[in-house]
């Protein structure tokens, strides 16, 4: 029996799961924003969600793989995954600040999930926690880039 093998995967599994289905909501829900976007600011928004997209499905393979590696299928199919928390946004075209209100959202609620998921790793599986920490590094970087956007410089 390997080292990996000692521990039970059945406890991380569900936890690592989580964390997939809510960054694979978060890369669709921005690439969604990225292409209806509408305004002034567009450009450097367009721009700055496909950069958070990337983030999120690097994180997503990395995530899905510590699944496979330890023994559990991982699940990508959209409509296979569980509920997420992640808020559902409106179809068709929309203002720019409007984007950046639901971007804030969806990503403030992915990091939720991942540090839900951080804390629940810690006692039980210190390499996924590991994962789930760097992902979480550039995630909460890019929620702070996205909210400065929203709070008014007068002040």
């Given at each position: 029996?390997?080292?990996?093998?000692?521990?039970?995967?059945?406890?991380?599994?569900?936890?690592?799961?989580?964390?997939?289905?809510?960054?694979?909501?978060?890369?669709?829900?921005?690439?969604?924003?990225?292409?209806?976007?509408?305004?002034?600011?567009f450009q450097s928004i367009h721009?700055?969600?496909?950069?958070?997209?990337?983030?999120?499905?690097?994180?997503?393979?990395?995530?899905?793989?510590?699944?496979?590696?330890?023994?559990?299928?991982?699940?990508?199919?959209?409509?296979?995954?569980?509920?997420?928390?992640?808020?559902?946004?409106?179809?068709?075209?929309?203002?720019?600040?409007?984007?950046?209100?639901?971007?804030?959202?969806?990503l403030d609620e992915t990091v939720?999930?991942?540090?839900?998921?951080?804390?629940?790793l810690a006692d039980i599986d210190?390499?996924?926690?590991?994962?789930?920490?760097?992902?979480?590094?550039?995630?909460?970087?890019?929620?702070?880039?996205?909210?400065?956007?929203?709070?008014?410089?007068?002040?």
């Open positions: 029996m390997t080292s990996i093998e000692q521990h039970d995967p059945t406890k991380q599994a569900p936890i690592l799961q989580s964390c997939v289905a809510a960054s694979i909501d978060l890369a669709l829900s921005f690439k969604h924003l990225h292409w209806n976007i509408r305004g002034p600011k721009e700055f969600l496909d950069i958070v997209i990337d983030q999120a499905r690097s994180g997503t393979d990395e995530l899905a793989e510590r699944l496979v590696t330890i023994g559990m299928p991982a699940e990508g199919q959209r409509h296979k995954l569980q509920e997420s928390p992640v808020p559902q946004i409106e179809s068709g075209f929309m203002r720019d600040d409007i984007v950046l209100e639901r971007a804030v959202a969806i939720k999930v991942l540090r839900d998921a951080q804390s629940k210190p390499v996924s926690e590991d994962l789930v920490i760097g992902m979480l590094a550039g995630l909460e970087k890019s929620l702070w880039m996205l909210r400065s956007h929203l709070v008014p410089t007068d002040g």
